[in-house]
């Protein structure tokens, strides 16, 4: 079946401009995930939404990044007045519950900001 | 807050050795120690996962032995192939903050032919 998607695959931007990352996770899974990864780093978690239950803010590095989930389902990222240590590739990943369920993630979104 | 420390940061073996990946964590309540693989260009994919009511368990030619006393586990990949050659990242689920996976900081493999 489908895995997790996420658009854009690659994107470019200059210091100071919003972006808007998307995440649509597997039909049915209740949790989704951001995620960061700078260059040669390990994942660094950022917000996690489950069910209709207000989002796990608390990895958000700066009050310039917000996230929503519409309907239960897909995933909007957004970074305001983008800086260039922002740059990285931004994971998602949604998985059947807990944090005990497996996670599955998309491929990723590569931001780059120039 | 919860700390995987994840060694080493990068591996070369020769094709047919053995790579053992360690992990150590902080937090005594965590239960749950998932391995994923990270393919260049991919996103992270779960390989094995073992939770703290087993020491060890097996796949294949992947292993992960846990030691909850000492708070460290392990992966151990035998008879490696060039496929083999990826990131791979461990990972503990975090209770104390809401049940979250924390994870290490990655370790790149490669297998040389």
């Known amino acids: 079946g489908a895995g997790v998607s996420q658009s854009p695959s690659n994107k470019v931007t200059e210091k100071g401009k919003d972006v808007e990352l998307r995440c649509d996770p597997i039909s049915g899974h209740t949790a989704l995930y951001w995620y960061r990864q700078s260059l040669g780093q390990g994942l660094e978690f950022l917000i996690y939404f489950q069910g209709n239950s207000a989002p796990d803010k608390s990895g958000l590095p700066s009050d310039r990044f917000s996230a929503e989930r519409t309907g239960g389902s897909v995933s909007t990222l957004t970074i305001q007045r983008t800086q260039q240590e922002d740059s990285a590739v931004y994971l998602c990943a949604s998985s059947v519950g807990t944090a005990t369920d497996t996670q599955y993630f998309g491929p990723g979104t590569r931001l780059t900001v120039l | 807050g919860e700390n995987v420390e994840q060694h080493p940061s990068t591996l070369s073996v020769q094709e047919g050795d053995s790579a053992v990946i360690k992990c150590t964590y902080s937090?005594?309540?965590?239960?749950?120690f998932p391995w994923y693989k990270q393919e260049l260009g991919k996103g992270p994919q779960l390989i094995i996962d073992i939770r703290s009511n087993v020491g060890e368990k097996k796949d294949q030619r992947i292993a992960v032995t846990l030691n909850k006393t000492a708070k460290h586990f392990s992966l151990h990949i035998t008879e490696t192939q060039p496929e083999d050659s990826a990131v791979y990242f461990c990972a503990a689920e975090f209770k104390a903050a809401g049940n979250k996976l924390t994870f290490g900081g990655g370790t790149r493999v490669l297998v040389k032919p």
């Open positions: 937090d005594s309540a965590s239960n749950y």
